[in-house]
């Protein structure tokens, strides 16, 4: 079991982990070896995700949850397969738990006297500035 929050385990079993060659320099240590990671969780038929986490997790992953609801995370930052498997599922983990903080409503504030006052006093200092462009006749 993947512990997210309090709330939330995902079992290891919904996790699919694929094993594939980085991109990139590293000579033919890249070419003979699968240390990248491809990690692949089920989003739309996840049994471990409230409703509203999963609702809110399509929004925030964006484009890397495909149209069959399959989110892919692909770890290539380090040389070796298990911190890029570790690194792949500390992101999914840090995803479903931002998706899992409800945000907070915004209370509605007014500028107060003086932040309206600086603006004003920028606007006129600017169409001063204006003006001494003109051309003078």
């Known amino acids: ?3 997210v929050n309090k709330n ?5 079993n919904e996790i699919a982990l694929n094993f594939i060659r980085s991109s990139g320099p590293g000579g033919q240590n890249v070419n003979k070896v699968s240390s990248a990671v491809q990690l692949r ?17 399509f929004r925030l992953a964006g484009r890397r949850i495909n149209t069959h609801g399959i989110m892919v995370i692909e770890a290539k930052r380090f040389r070796e397969q298990s911190k890029n498997r570790a690194d792949a ?27 309206r006052q600086r603006r004003i006093d920028n606007k006129v200092h600017r169409g001063r500035v204006k003006q001494l462009r003109k051309r003078i006749d």
């Open 1 to 3: 079991m993947i512990v």
């Open 8 to 12: 939330i385990a995902i079992d290891e």
């Open 41 to 57: 969780f089920d989003v739309k038929k996840s049994p471990s995700l409230p409703e509203y986490v999963r609702q809110r997790l």
């Open 89 to 115: 599922i500390c992101r999914l983990t840090s995803m479903i738990r931002q998706a899992a903080a409800k945000p907070r409503k915004r209370k509605p504030t007014r500028p107060s006297a003086t932040s």
